[in-house]
Protein backbone atom coordinates (compact mmCIF):
# COMPACT_ATOMS: atom_id res chain seq x y z
CA UNK A 1 0.00 0.00 0.00
CA UNK A 2 1.27 3.35 -0.76
CA UNK A 3 2.28 6.07 1.60
CA UNK A 4 1.62 8.56 -0.48
CA UNK A 5 -2.46 8.65 -1.29
CA UNK A 6 -3.93 9.61 -4.15
CA UNK A 7 -7.67 9.40 -5.09
CA UNK A 8 -8.22 6.79 -7.63
CA UNK A 9 -9.56 8.40 -9.80
CA UNK A 10 -11.17 11.95 -11.29
CA UNK A 11 -12.78 13.33 -13.88
CA UNK A 12 -13.90 16.40 -16.14
CA UNK A 13 -15.63 17.96 -18.94
CA UNK A 14 -13.76 19.32 -21.57
CA UNK A 15 -12.18 22.78 -20.90
CA UNK A 16 -12.95 22.51 -17.27
CA UNK A 17 -10.29 21.95 -14.18
CA UNK A 18 -9.53 19.38 -12.03
CA UNK A 19 -7.43 18.81 -9.05
CA UNK A 20 -5.66 15.40 -7.88
CA UNK A 21 -4.13 15.01 -4.40
CA UNK A 22 -1.56 13.79 -2.37
CA UNK A 23 -1.13 12.91 0.76
CA UNK A 24 2.59 11.85 2.75
CA UNK A 25 3.19 12.26 6.25
CA UNK A 26 6.19 14.47 7.91
CA UNK A 27 8.83 11.91 7.06
CA UNK A 28 7.94 12.75 3.09
CA UNK A 29 5.85 15.37 2.03
CA UNK A 30 5.60 17.31 5.16
CA UNK A 31 9.94 16.85 5.90
CA UNK A 32 10.05 19.27 3.08
CA UNK A 33 10.95 16.62 0.36
CA UNK A 34 10.01 17.35 -3.27
CA UNK A 35 6.92 16.01 -4.56
CA UNK A 36 6.99 15.28 -8.65
CA UNK A 37 3.95 14.77 -10.95
CA UNK A 38 4.06 12.20 -13.84
CA UNK A 39 1.92 11.62 -16.57
CA UNK A 40 1.38 7.87 -18.19
CA UNK A 41 -0.50 7.16 -21.07
CA UNK A 42 -2.07 3.77 -21.63
CA UNK A 43 1.03 1.87 -22.48
CA UNK A 44 3.92 4.12 -22.26
CA UNK A 45 6.63 4.97 -19.37
CA UNK A 46 5.26 7.65 -16.97
CA UNK A 47 6.35 11.18 -18.28
CA UNK A 48 8.06 13.97 -15.71
CA UNK A 49 5.05 16.75 -15.42
CA UNK A 50 5.47 18.51 -12.75
CA UNK A 51 9.11 18.35 -10.60
CA UNK A 52 10.28 20.25 -7.33
CA UNK A 53 6.55 20.95 -6.14
CA UNK A 54 5.63 23.40 -9.20
CA UNK A 55 7.80 23.50 -11.65
CA UNK A 56 7.24 22.63 -15.59
CA UNK A 57 9.85 20.68 -17.39
CA UNK A 58 10.54 22.24 -21.00
CA UNK A 59 6.94 21.62 -22.66
CA UNK A 60 4.33 20.94 -20.57
CA UNK A 61 2.05 23.38 -21.09
CA UNK A 62 1.42 25.50 -18.05
CA UNK A 63 -2.24 23.99 -18.18
CA UNK A 64 -0.59 22.10 -15.47
CA UNK A 65 0.13 23.36 -12.41
CA UNK A 66 1.66 22.37 -8.46
CA UNK A 67 1.51 22.73 -5.38
CA UNK A 68 2.74 21.98 -1.51
CA UNK A 69 1.17 22.85 1.85
CA UNK A 70 2.04 20.85 4.71
CA UNK A 71 1.79 16.90 4.07
CA UNK A 72 -0.06 17.09 0.84
CA UNK A 73 0.25 18.47 -2.83
CA UNK A 74 -1.53 18.89 -5.52
CA UNK A 75 -1.72 18.36 -9.49
CA UNK A 76 -4.30 21.20 -11.15
CA UNK A 77 -5.29 21.02 -14.86
CA UNK A 78 -7.26 23.60 -16.24
CA UNK A 79 -8.26 23.73 -20.04
CA UNK A 80 -9.19 19.90 -19.74
CA UNK A 81 -8.11 18.55 -22.90
CA UNK A 82 -8.96 14.72 -24.58
CA UNK A 83 -5.45 14.36 -24.77
CA UNK A 84 -5.00 14.57 -21.08
CA UNK A 85 -7.02 11.43 -20.14
CA UNK A 86 -3.87 9.48 -18.76
CA UNK A 87 -3.29 7.94 -15.35
CA UNK A 88 -1.23 10.99 -13.38
CA UNK A 89 1.34 9.86 -10.01
CA UNK A 90 3.05 11.63 -7.47
CA UNK A 91 6.37 10.77 -6.06
CA UNK A 92 8.83 11.90 -3.41
CA UNK A 93 11.48 10.50 -1.07
CA UNK A 94 10.81 9.35 2.29
CA UNK A 95 13.36 9.42 5.60
CA UNK A 96 11.47 6.94 7.60
CA UNK A 97 13.27 4.11 5.73
CA UNK A 98 16.67 3.25 4.10
CA UNK A 99 16.74 5.57 1.09
CA UNK A 100 12.99 5.21 0.04
CA UNK A 101 11.82 6.72 -3.23
CA UNK A 102 7.68 7.01 -2.79
CA UNK A 103 5.19 6.73 -5.49
CA UNK A 104 1.19 8.06 -5.03
CA UNK A 105 -1.40 4.68 -5.97
CA UNK A 106 -2.13 6.25 -9.29
CA UNK A 107 -4.99 8.80 -10.30
CA UNK A 108 -7.33 7.89 -13.51
CA UNK A 109 -7.76 10.88 -15.16
CA UNK A 110 -10.86 10.54 -17.44
CA UNK A 111 -12.16 13.61 -19.60
CA UNK A 112 -15.92 12.98 -20.14
CA UNK B 1 19.63 13.38 -27.12
CA UNK B 2 19.10 10.90 -23.53
CA UNK B 3 18.15 7.86 -24.27
CA UNK B 4 17.67 4.93 -21.82
CA UNK B 5 16.92 1.55 -23.95
CA UNK B 6 15.68 -1.29 -22.00
CA UNK B 7 15.82 -5.05 -23.40
CA UNK B 8 13.00 -7.24 -24.82
CA UNK B 9 10.23 -9.11 -23.62
CA UNK B 10 11.04 -12.13 -20.92
CA UNK B 11 8.74 -14.89 -20.03
CA UNK B 12 9.88 -17.01 -17.22
CA UNK B 13 8.46 -19.96 -14.82
CA UNK B 14 8.10 -19.89 -11.38
CA UNK B 15 11.21 -20.28 -9.40
CA UNK B 16 13.28 -19.01 -12.26
CA UNK B 17 15.75 -15.22 -12.47
CA UNK B 18 15.36 -12.61 -14.92
CA UNK B 19 17.91 -10.07 -15.82
CA UNK B 20 16.50 -6.85 -17.44
CA UNK B 21 18.83 -4.70 -19.21
CA UNK B 22 19.35 -0.45 -19.77
CA UNK B 23 21.51 0.70 -22.07
CA UNK B 24 22.13 4.56 -21.35
CA UNK B 25 23.28 7.19 -24.41
CA UNK B 26 23.19 10.47 -25.03
CA UNK B 27 24.58 11.73 -21.20
CA UNK B 28 27.52 10.79 -19.27
CA UNK B 29 26.83 7.58 -18.01
CA UNK B 30 28.45 7.49 -14.90
CA UNK B 31 27.34 11.15 -13.58
CA UNK B 32 23.97 9.89 -12.49
CA UNK B 33 21.90 7.13 -10.19
CA UNK B 34 19.82 4.86 -12.05
CA UNK B 35 16.67 3.50 -10.44
CA UNK B 36 14.57 0.31 -11.39
CA UNK B 37 10.95 1.18 -11.18
CA UNK B 38 8.13 -1.59 -11.76
CA UNK B 39 4.45 -1.44 -12.44
CA UNK B 40 1.95 -4.77 -12.61
CA UNK B 41 -0.89 -5.18 -14.73
CA UNK B 42 -3.47 -2.44 -14.02
CA UNK B 43 -1.11 -1.51 -10.96
CA UNK B 44 0.85 1.43 -9.67
CA UNK B 45 4.30 2.53 -9.82
CA UNK B 46 6.46 0.45 -7.37
CA UNK B 47 9.96 1.35 -6.55
CA UNK B 48 12.91 -1.35 -6.32
CA UNK B 49 16.25 0.09 -5.74
CA UNK B 50 19.11 2.28 -7.28
CA UNK B 51 22.35 1.90 -8.33
CA UNK B 52 25.21 4.52 -8.23
CA UNK B 53 26.96 4.00 -11.94
CA UNK B 54 30.23 5.46 -11.06
CA UNK B 55 30.80 3.76 -7.80
CA UNK B 56 28.58 0.53 -7.89
CA UNK B 57 27.23 1.51 -5.02
CA UNK B 58 23.48 0.07 -4.78
CA UNK B 59 20.53 0.00 -2.19
CA UNK B 60 17.50 -1.69 -2.57
CA UNK B 61 13.67 -1.43 -1.65
CA UNK B 62 12.73 -3.44 1.74
CA UNK B 63 10.41 -5.88 -0.22
CA UNK B 64 13.22 -6.96 -2.59
CA UNK B 65 16.10 -7.65 -0.36
CA UNK B 66 17.85 -10.68 -1.07
CA UNK B 67 15.98 -11.23 -4.65
CA UNK B 68 17.35 -8.11 -6.68
CA UNK B 69 20.66 -7.39 -7.85
CA UNK B 70 21.70 -4.39 -9.66
CA UNK B 71 24.83 -4.07 -11.85
CA UNK B 72 26.55 -2.08 -14.39
CA UNK B 73 29.23 -2.31 -17.24
CA UNK B 74 30.69 1.29 -17.23
CA UNK B 75 32.23 0.16 -21.02
CA UNK B 76 29.37 -0.65 -22.80
CA UNK B 77 26.69 2.18 -20.41
CA UNK B 78 24.77 -0.31 -19.68
CA UNK B 79 22.83 -1.26 -16.21
CA UNK B 80 20.97 -4.16 -15.41
CA UNK B 81 18.97 -5.48 -12.87
CA UNK B 82 18.29 -9.03 -12.16
CA UNK B 83 15.15 -10.30 -10.11
CA UNK B 84 15.19 -14.14 -8.72
CA UNK B 85 12.79 -16.32 -7.01
CA UNK B 86 10.16 -14.92 -9.47
CA UNK B 87 6.64 -16.00 -8.43
CA UNK B 88 3.47 -14.73 -10.94
CA UNK B 89 3.14 -11.24 -8.38
CA UNK B 90 6.63 -10.61 -9.90
CA UNK B 91 4.90 -9.92 -13.66
CA UNK B 92 5.58 -6.30 -14.59
CA UNK B 93 6.82 -3.88 -16.48
CA UNK B 94 10.15 -3.37 -15.23
CA UNK B 95 11.05 0.18 -16.07
CA UNK B 96 14.65 1.75 -15.56
CA UNK B 97 14.87 5.66 -14.45
CA UNK B 98 17.46 8.09 -14.42
CA UNK B 99 17.28 10.48 -11.47
CA UNK B 100 17.85 14.11 -10.93
CA UNK B 101 18.43 16.46 -8.03
CA UNK B 102 15.64 16.55 -5.60
CA UNK B 103 14.70 12.63 -6.40
CA UNK B 104 12.91 13.12 -9.75
CA UNK B 105 12.89 10.49 -12.68
CA UNK B 106 13.58 12.59 -16.03
CA UNK B 107 14.17 9.81 -18.14
CA UNK B 108 12.71 6.53 -18.27
CA UNK B 109 13.48 3.45 -20.28
CA UNK B 110 10.39 1.88 -22.61
CA UNK B 111 9.90 -1.15 -20.56
CA UNK B 112 10.61 -4.52 -20.34
CA UNK B 113 7.54 -7.10 -19.63
CA UNK B 114 8.45 -9.81 -17.60
CA UNK B 115 5.75 -12.68 -17.62
CA UNK B 116 6.41 -15.43 -14.71
CA UNK B 117 4.24 -18.48 -15.16
CA UNK B 118 3.42 -21.58 -13.41
Known amino acids: QSVLTQPPSVSGAPGQRVTISCTGSSSNIGAGYDVHWYQQLPGTAPKLLIF???NRPSGVPDRFSGSKSGTSASLAITGLQAEDEADYYCQSYDNSLSGSVLFGGGTKLTVL | QVQLVQSGAETKKSGASVKVSCKASGYIFTGYYLHWVRQAPGQGLEWMGWINLSSGDTNYAQIFQGRVSMTRDTSITTAYMELTSLTSDDTAVYYC???????????WGQGTLVTVSS
Open chain 1, 52 to 54: GDY
Open chain 2, 97 to 107: ARIRSGWRFDF
